[in-house]
């Protein structure tokens, strides 16, 4: 648990490259002057607390407070050095270029990054009525090349930017301040040699606020270094070093808020592995407003992934829904130590609350992986799952949704009766599942509704009922004692309705052939014997003799069957009586109460005629090769 692992580590190089550009492109500096200030060749060699080397070869400031020491003084990163940008005035601030090169180590390759036409105009107490920045590129190892077309931003504060990164002395405060409006992204692009080619489109973000950070980013920077340098080593990391990494990272979610962003999407091209022309697309991406511990919804349209001659995986909206970090921050913040034996204890305490996810309009064609020569096929029309009432990392609310799952009936599909199936003119399956079920802690129950099975053309199976003596101890950290709490649930009631469109043609059919019978003659003994099972379970009750009545009637031939079995003891049945039922039917009998209710018409799915062959078939047959 105390390891961090390099990859993360390394690609943070980029963001931290970007994030410090970025910083710089709303940065003045401090004096005084009622003209044009213009100081160039600005050099700096690893600026303190980076691993970059900075240049910009101008900075211009129009009628602003500010000496040319305290510019140069800006790109260092020294403490203090950004403090009197504040109280930052001047007419305008201009930096036609700021570039950042970090030599990424170990025969990695050097990352560049170039800001360009940095400007912000009208500053005011260090709040700048406009922002823009024309453009900036990257270049890395490998061919990496980017391209960011312009940002741009009305009103910017640059003393809470600098609030919340912590890079001034005076930074303090929990009050959360707008940072930006009106932010703007125009799109750029994305190359990595002839692996990927990316576009990506525009953005747009209505506010962003913030509050200062309890470390500052120059402090956290230095933390990742040190991960990296000990990784490099080949030694743990410091479990200090986790736990303050751990402790900003949990501070970092709970100190800004935004509005929501939309994103124009992306559209990438290049090869698999095999070699192959690969294409990935999306529609519109919306993420939605952040809140204190709160990571949004993000939802993606459109998605296309083809590989050509292979296959390809589409889906109209892919959504992953809110997510909660605040019991998880506030596990952190009470914990007096954060090491491997914390989060091996308390990792259930760290888990985000998350609302679910869902997908529609799902086509895919791929190869099977697991069988050479098979693929998977079949469209799906929508899946959701929505979460909720998280107790310890569980959520105790659970709605599983599947509608529409087109599955082609092919010859290998061995578990299925294919050539009945097929001779009735059943050529797919039209899948539908979903369950729900709500723990309520009050009456220690779980309710459970709509456990559904929809086979479209074949039938319907729909479940619901009660589980009773449902304690906390579900929930609890320690197995044992979540086991014997699942074990000690009780069956309060259950309702099965079962809706028959032709799957029990099939089955006798089926079971007809095998056992040498006439379907109407199995029928009837397999009617038989559920009317003395029921009566060996129930025992020979009134009660019991009409429900055997009834499911006798339902296999029969009625298309409809709704049973429900409630227990006489309001505690339950547990599971000691039911496994007792396996061996002993008679140890339910007095127990339950059922009702069964059969109705509706008999439902056939008759054998289809098969089609005489067209003069195109003959000729395709006349001209098939022989057998051999």
Same mark, same amino acid.
């Given at each position: ?473 579900? +929930?609890?950290? /320690? *197995?044992? !004692? @979540?086991?014997? $709490? #699942?074990?000690? =649930? ?46 060996? +379970?129930?025992? /020979? *009750?009134? !009660? @019991?003799?009409? $429900? #055997?009545?009834? =499911? ?77």
């Amino acid at each position: 648990m105390t390891r961090i692992a390099s990859a993360p580590l390394g690609r943070l190089r980029p963001m931290r490259a970007l994030l410090l550009g970025s910083v710089f492109a709303g940065f003045a500096v401090t004096g005084a002057s009622a003209e044009t200030l213009s100081v160039t060749g600005i050099e700096i060699k690893g600026a303190t607390g980076t691993m970059y080397d900075i240049a910009v070869p101008t900075v211009e400031v129009v009628d602003g407070n500010i000496n040319e020491g305290a510019v140069r003084g800006l790109f260092t990163g020294a403490p203090g050095a950004l403090d009197a940008l504040a109280t930052l005035d001047a007419t305008s601030l201009s930096i036609p270029e700021l570039r950042m090169t970090s030599d990424l180590g170990e025969g990695a390759g050097t990352l560049v990054i170039t800001y360009r036409d940095i400007t912000l105009n009208n500053i005011a107490d260090g709040v700048a009525a406009s922002a823009h920045v024309g453009s900036a590129d990257l270049t890395g190892p490998e061919n990496l090349t980017a391209t960011f077309g312009e940002m741009s931003t009305s009103r910017f504060d640059l003393a809470s930017l600098l609030g919340f990164y912590g890079l001034t002395t005076a930074t303090a405060g929990t009050e959360m301040k707008e940072v930006y409006t009106d932010f703007k992204f125009s799109g750029g692009s994305l190359k990595g040699g002839d692996v990927v080619n990316c576009d990506f489109g525009a953005a747009e973000l209505g506010s962003f606020s913030a509050r200062p950070l309890k470390q500052s980013m120059t402090e956290i920077n230095a933390l990742v270094m040190e991960a990296e340098a000990a990784q490099k080593a080949g030694t743990d990391v410091a479990p200090e070093t986790v736990a303050k990494l751990v402790r900003f990272y949990a501070d970092m979610f709970t100190a800004f808020s935004s509005t929501p962003m939309t994103f124009e999407g992306f559209s990438c091209s290049g090869k698999d592995d095999k070699g192959n022309p690969l294409t990935v697309a999306s529609g519109p991406i919306t993420v939605g407003g952040f809140e204190p511990a709160i990571y949004p919804e993000i939802s993606l349209d459109d998605f296309d992934m083809t590989v050509e001659n292979d296959g390809f995986l589409k889906f109209g909206n892919f959504t992953w829904k809110q997510m909660d970090f605040t019991a998880a921050i506030a596990a952190i913040e009470a914990a007096t130590t954060l090491d491997e034996a914390y989060f091996t204890a308390n990792w259930r305490k760290l888990v985000p609350a998350l609302d679910g996810m869902s997908l529609t309009d799902l086509t895919i064609d791929v190869p099977d992986p697991e069988s050479s020569g098979k693929r998977i096929t079949g469209t799906l029309g929508a899946f959701d799952a929505t979460l909720g009432n998280y107790v310890n990392g569980i959520p105790a609310n659970i709605s599983l949704n599947l509608a529409n799952f087109i599955l082609p009936i092919t010859a290998d599909m061995t578990d299925l009766p294919v050539a009945d199936l097929l001779a009735r003119g059943i050529d797919k399956l039209d899948i539908s599942l979903g369950t729900k079920l709500a723990w309520d802690q009050a009456t220690q129950t779980i309710k459970v509704d709509d456990v559904l099975i929809d086979m479209g053309a074949l039938g319907r199976v729909n479940l619901s009922g009660t589980f009773g003596n449902a304690t906390q101890s579900l +929930f609890a950290d /320690n *197995t044992d !004692e @979540a086991t014997m $709490a #699942a074990m000690l =649930l009780t069956l309060r009631d259950v309702t099965i309705e079962i809706e028959d469109r032709g799957m029990s043609a099939l089955a006798f059919a089926a079971g007809a052939k095998d056992a040498g019978q006439s379907e109407a003659a199995f029928r009837t003994a397999v009617a038989g014997m559920a009317q003395g099972m029921t009566l060996a +379970f129930l025992g /020979n *009750t009134t !009660e @019991a003799l009409t $429900a #055997a009545q009834q =499911l006798g009637t339902f296999l029969s031939g009625a298309s409809h069957l709704k049973l429900t079995i409630t227990a006489k003891d309001e505690a339950g049945i547990g599971l000691a009586d039911l496994a007792a039922a396996e061996t002993n039917p008679a140890a339910l009998a007095g127990k339950l109460n059922v009702v069964a209710e059969a109705s509706g018409e008999p439902v056939e799915l008759p054998v289809l005629d098969t089609p005489a062959p067209s003069t195109q078939d003959e000729k395709r047959d006349l001209k098939a090769p022989a057998a051999q």
